[in-house]
Each structure stands twice: as structure tokens, then as C-alpha cells.
């Protein structure tokens, strides 16, 4: 696709449940950024890889985060044990290299109850 | 370590120009950013400049910065009702691998 996607767009859990949530990065972007947005904030970094690896991790709130970019496109954030204060928008954003601009998807809206 | 304000809420008449100000703390910062957020959609990179850049303009916007200040404006002239939104100023850090750190955003009205 022509921008970054992301999937879902929602998501309603229950509390202590697990979640994943994917972003599709630009064609050819090497650096992929995870943000996650709370209401009335603005976005607030989590985690960087280049290429496959995380070269920067040191936003996620806690080791219930965890995200891969196996492939090196593709990335999965994943969250275990979900918490009512995990509520928030996560972003999702790449660019072509490390000191590229950063574009971003629409988000996944994510919400426990 | 770093921080980025900006104003919470500007009104404007349409065809007024708008100017959003903010400011950084990090002074090893060498790109600042401008998005635009409207309702539940994703951010869009509106402009940035470079830090060792005092204005950048293109089309109707223009960029200040001051970097002594570490100051960062946003003008929007000829603004439209298409341009209410919230704005984002952002500083990248290059020692902390380019993550954005984001202010609180701006939410610009504009009255008809």
C-alpha cells in the first residue's frame, strides 16, 4: 500500500486478556516506531527497531509489552495482561532510514474493559 | 531531559492567519516536526526544519525557529475550516535513535 496501515482499527478486550496489534510499515522503510497516544496527550514514544532488531526499547511501560519484527517489515506489538490503564491509541510509524521524517498510521484505538 | 509545551487552544477567524507556538528543552535536537492530527484519524507531517534553519516556508505555512530561545512556530496564513485540527510540535534526538518526543498538541479552531 501507498502508507503505513494498521490492523485492527479497534480493539475491545477484557481485562487480563492478551492482544496484538499489527502495523504494515511503508514499502521499504527500514526504521519502524511504535507510539502510543492517550486521550487529550500527544503520542508518546515505545520502541524503535531497524531492520529486525529493537535498537531502542526503552518507552514500553513494562515487560507485559513486547514487540518483533521478525521479517523486518511486519511488526507486532503485543501485550499480555491487559490493564484498563492500557487504553489508548497506538501509532505506528516508519520511516526510510534512522533520520528519515516519520509517517504514521491511522492507529489502533485499543480498549479494556 | 526533554520536554516539549505548546499552547492547549487557539480560535481563529477564517482567512486570519494562525501562529501556534512552542517550545524544547533538548538542544541536540536537529529536526523539529509539525503534524496535524484531525478527529480519529493518524498523524500527517505537515513540515519540519532542520536545526540549523531559522524559517522554512512552504505554501502557506511557515516555520520559525529560534534557537537560542529553543522556540518553534507554526504560521498559517489564509486559514481555512479545513485547517481546524490539533497540531503537534515534535523534537527528534538523534542520541536517542530519532524517536519523536511529541508536546500535548494545539487544538486550532476556525470560525466562519
Given at each position: ?25 511503508i514499502?521499504?522503510h527500514?526504521a ?61 510509524a516508519s520511516s526510510l532510514g534512522?533520520n528519515g521524517e516519520q509517517y504514521f ?9 | ?30 529536526y523539529?516536526y509539525w503534524y ?7 498523524l500527517?507531517l505537515l513540515t519540519y ?41 515534535a523534537?527528534s ?5 530519532n524517536?519523536l ?12
Open positions: 500500500g501507498a502508507g503505513v496501515s494498521q490492523t485492527p482499527s479497534n480493539k475491545v478486550t477484557e481485562k487480563g486478556k492478551y492482544v496484538e496489534l499489527r502495523c504494515d510499515p514499502s521499504g527500514t519502524l516506531y511504535w507510539y502510543r497516544q492517550s486521550l487529550g496527550q500527544g503520542p508518546e514514544f515505545l520502541i524503535y527497531f531497524q531492520g529486525t532488531g529493537a535498537a531502542d526499547d526503552s518507552g514500553l511501560p513494562n515487560d507485559r509489552f513486547f514487540a518483533v519484527r521478525p521479517e523486518g517489515s511486519v511488526s507486532t506489538l503485543k501485550i499480555q495482561r491487559t490493564e484498563r490503564g492500557d487504553s489508548a491509541v497506538y501509532l505506528c534512522g498510521g491511522p492507529g489502533t484505538r485499543l480498549t479494556v474493559t | 531531559g526533554e520536554d516539549v509545551e505548546q499552547s492547549l487552544f487557539l480560535s481563529v477567524r477564517e482567512g486570519d492567519s494562525s501562529v501556534i507556538n512552542c517550545t524544547y528543552t533538548d538542544s541536540s535536537s536537529t523539529l496535524k492530527q484531525e478527529p480519529g484519524a493518524g500527517q526544519i532542520f536545526s540549523n534553519m531559522d524559517m522554512k516556508q512552504d505554501q502557506r505555512l511557515t516555520v520559525l525557529l529560534n534557537k537560542k530561545d529553543k522556540h518553534l512556530s507554526l504560521r498559517i496564513a489564509d486559514t481555512q475550516t479545513g485547517d481546524s485540527a490539533i497540531y503537534f510540535c523534537e534526538i538523534p542520541s536517542d535513535g524517536k518526543v511529541f508536546g500535548a498538541g494545539t487544538i486550532l479552531r476556525v470560525k466562519s
